[in-house]
């Protein structure tokens, strides 16, 4: 049998990431043990109920012996959960999974205390469900996991970093290095802005006057409904990722609008080509992405059959 990367870890956080992290990291033998702390009573009952871990009264009390530290709340949450380094004991590492590292950098650094080693992640994977139901130990199969690690730390922070890499290895993620600027940057590409964008034509569509909001639902079962299905995601999470995430994002977003406004004008215009030429261009995008492995040509993308 394998030896675990960490003999026990601790969950701040038992929401789906957190969820599926206990359940991945006992299936694939990366742990001996999972402590396990929400701020929501109920959450953390229901973890206890799960099966997920032994569950605890406080972070503090959860960090205490643990190995390695995964803060899994939103992002704006992060300062407050990190105080609970202060319990951690030495050598130990401690990390988050929040979709934004420059301002959890910010927020959590300078919460480690001597000894601790602070190395920011970001597991891309999820689902548009929350709670610690929803996790699945297969989430990270196949998926990226980026890892920011501060810079000029010295070899022995070195090493912490290449075990959590290798912690997230064996949970069947591909590991990516790079600096917290970087992945906020691509992030805001990425994710952060088709996010924003599912959530606004929601928006839009029931706003709009001549479209009644009951005609939106009735017809929903084609681009609409395969569009707007991440706008179910969690509203703390994605407040607090945009809120945080403002630069690039008002960057990311800036760009998409002067692509925009091009194709405003090419309809306007009845300027064919420039569509076409747009179109073929994108859909090889997508394809590309199928190629990479990033999704699947399966029906209905591979996910549940909608009811009804």
């Known amino acids: 049998m394998t030896n675990p990367v960490f003999e026990r870890i601790a969950i701040i956080g038992i929401g789906?990431?957190?969820?599926?992290?206990?359940?991945?990291?006992?299936?694939?033998g990366?742990?001996?043990?999972?402590?396990?702390?929400?701020?929501?009573?109920?959450?953390?009952?229901?973890?206890?109920?799960?099966g997920l871990g032994e569950t605890h009264a406080s972070a503090a009390e959860a960090v205490t012996d643990a190995d390695a530290v995964f803060l899994c709340v939103p992002v704006g949450a992060m300062g407050r959960a990190g105080e609970a380094a202060a319990a951690m004991k030495a050598g130990a590492v401690l990390t988050d999974v929040g979709s934004v590292k420059g301002a959890v950098v910010a927020d959590v650094a300078a919460l480690a205390p001597e000894g601790v080693h602070f190395v920011p992640g970001h597991p891309i994977a999820g689902t548009?469900?929350?709670?610690?139901?929803?996790?699945?130990p297969s989430l990270f199969e196949?998926?990226?996991?980026?890892?920011?690690?501060?810079?000029?730390?010295?070899?022995?922070?070195?090493?912490?970093?290449e075990r959590l890499a290798e912690f997230w290895r064996r949970l069947g993620s591909t590991v990516e290095v790079m600096t917290p600027e970087r992945h906020d940057l691509v992030l805001a590409i990425t994710s952060h802005l088709p996010h924003l964008i599912a959530y606004n034509i929601c928006a839009t569509a029931h706003d709009m006057e001549s479209v009644t909001e009951g005609e939106v639902v009735k017809f929903s079962a084609a681009g609409f409904r395969d569009f707007t299905r991440i706008a179910a995601s969690d509203p703390t999470m994605w407040r607090d990722v945009f809120l945080n995430n403002r630069d690039a994002v008002l960057e990311a977003l800036g760009r998409f609008e002067d692509d925009l406004t091009?194709?405003?004008?090419?309809?306007?215009?009845?300027?064919?080509?420039?569509?076409?030429?747009?179109?073929?261009?994108?859909?090889?995008i997508r394809q590309s992405i199928l190629d990479a492995g990033q999704d699947t040509t399966a029906p209905n993308f591979g996910r549940d059959k909608p009811k009804g």
């Open 16 to 28: 789906l990431i957190g969820s599926s992290i206990a359940r991945a990291a006992v299936e694939k």
């Open 30 to 50: 990366a742990v001996g043990a999972v402590s396990i702390f929400d701020a929501n009573t109920d959450a953390l009952a229901r973890a206890g109920e799960l």
């Open 128 to 136: 548009e469900k929350s709670g610690p139901d929803a996790g699945f």
């Open 142 to 161: 196949g998926r990226w996991c980026i890892l920011t690690p501060l810079a000029d730390k010295g070899a022995e922070y070195d090493a912490a970093a």
């Open 262 to 284: 091009a194709l405003r004008k090419a309809i306007r215009n009845g300027d064919g080509q420039t569509l076409f030429d747009l179109f073929t261009h994108s859909r090889g």
